[in-house]
């Protein structure tokens, strides 16, 4: 062999010591000779046998940024460079995970140089720093990453309660569970809200609508969204402001001709829709009324073929639970078509006489009489049920 040193890296101190510097697994391996000699000539010499191990390298691995809880989570670990044998295992928080027995996590090893950690359902007991080591006898390399399990947001399910128009209200969206940064904000059918109804941040995880006097086109559904890096959550309720019945065709008094048909008409809105009731006073009175059955669905009364036992007092009622019921009382006039009592007949009377005809009709008045002879007038002077005309033939 050489007498060392031979390189820069190789030094040998006044007492015998060999130090080489920045070890190199081909240049340095092998048998190193040791020799002493004294002034006596005598001499003694060892060796030793000196074998070069490449210490591991583990190829860097990370997360994701933005791990929901119940997802899935893999690490594969591969040790790119160091001899055999070789062990691996994995840490977190620098205890062994084999022995923490953590819920869902599961350790494999794809030969001797790789090895995956496994979660199968990420939960906030698994957030922490895990560590791949390997390790053979000439070093130990290992690899870390933080795991952060962004938990999302659970709102508090809220609703509206029943509302009359004009009410005041208030609602708030709670968030019970989710990591910060939380973002929360309210829309109205996934519309931005009206400006005339306040939003309140109440906390970091709470925010308040309010309205002063609820009105009809406020009804809808309301939505809270709460955000944060993990999801977006939201709940909606629905608000229902209810309006009591207001007149859209109010009923009015009207007279019908016998035997014609009438539409008493008669229409209400609100919120729920209004149901429209038709009752007829007994007689011709208006204290005491009977319902009616059949009016149309936009609250028309429909009387067909109206006869004169149909004239009276009619109630019209719209009513929706709400507030005090609108109600209207109208009058319907049966106007009867004119008849003659007596029908006409031939009569006989000598020339020089006076000749007596009676006209009897029945009918609403006014009532007009005319009496033609031959298909003319003749005149008369008065306007009342009963007339005689005196003819001179």
């Known amino acids: 062999g050489r007498v060392l040193p031979v390189n820069h890296r190789q030094t040998v101190h006044p007492n015998g010591t060999l130090t080489v510097e920045n070890v190199q697994q081909r240049a340095d391996q092998g048998t190193y000779t040791c020799q002493a000699q004294n002034r006596q000539g005598l001499s003694d010499k060892g060796s030793v046998e000196i074998t070069v191990m490449e210490p591991p390298s583990i190829y860097p691995f990370s997360i994701e940024s933005g791990v929901r809880l119940g997802e899935r989570l893999g690490l594969q670990c591969i040790v790119t460079k160091g001899d055999s044998p070789l062990t691996i295992q994995w840490l977190k928080d620098e205890d062994s995970v084999e022995r923490l027995e953590l819920p869902s996590v599961t350790v494999r090893s794809l030969g001797e140089f790789s090895s995956t950690l496994l979660i199968e359902q990420l939960s906030t007991e698994h957030g922490g720093r895990y560590t791949c080591q390997a390790s053979n006898r000439a070093a130990t390399a290992s690899h870390s990453v933080v795991l952060a399990v962004n938990v999302p947001p659970e709102i508090t399910p809220f609703h509206f309660p029943k509302l009359a128009e004009g009410a005041r209200v208030q609602v708030s969206c709670t968030v019970h569970q989710g990591d910060f940064p939380l973002n929360l904000t309210w829309l109205k059918n996934w519309e931005p809200l009206p400006s005339h109804i306040r939003i309140t941040p109440f906390d970091a995880y709470s925010s308040i609508v309010a309205m002063n006097k609820v009105r009809r086109d406020d009804s809808g559904n309301y939505t809270c969204v709460a955000s944060n890096p993990a999801r977006v959550t939201t709940h909606t309720a629905h608000l229902i402001v209810s309006v009591p019945p207001e007149w859209l065709i109010e009923p009015k008094d009207t007279s019908v001709v016998a035997g014609q048909t009438v539409a ?36 028309t009364l429909l009387i067909l073929d109206v006869k004169e036992e149909d004239e009276g007092y009619y109630m019209c009622e719209a ?75």
Not at 274 to 287: D, E, F, M, N, Q
Not at 321 to 332: D, R, T, W
Not at 356 to 379: K, Y
Request: hydrophobic share 35%; aromatic share 8%; glycine share 10%.
């Open 264 to 299: 008493l008409h008669c229409q209400a809105d609100g919120l729920p829709s209004p149901t429209v009731i038709w009752r007829k006073g007994h007689g011709k009175l208006a204290s005491q009324f009977d319902e009616l059955e059949g009016p149309l669905k936009n609250g």
């Open 319 to 393: 009513n929706n639970g709400i507030g005090a019921s609108l109600s209207a009382v109208v009058f319907l006039t049966v106007n009867a078509l004119p008849r003659f009592v007596l029908s006409m007949r031939r009569e006989t009377v000598r020339r020089g006489e006076t000749a007596t005809f009676l006209c009897e009709a029945e009918g609403d008045m006014p009532m007009q009489i005319v009496w033609r002879h031959n298909g003319a007038r003749i005149s008369h002077g008065s306007n009342r049920r009963n007339y005689f005309l005196n003819c001179h033939l």
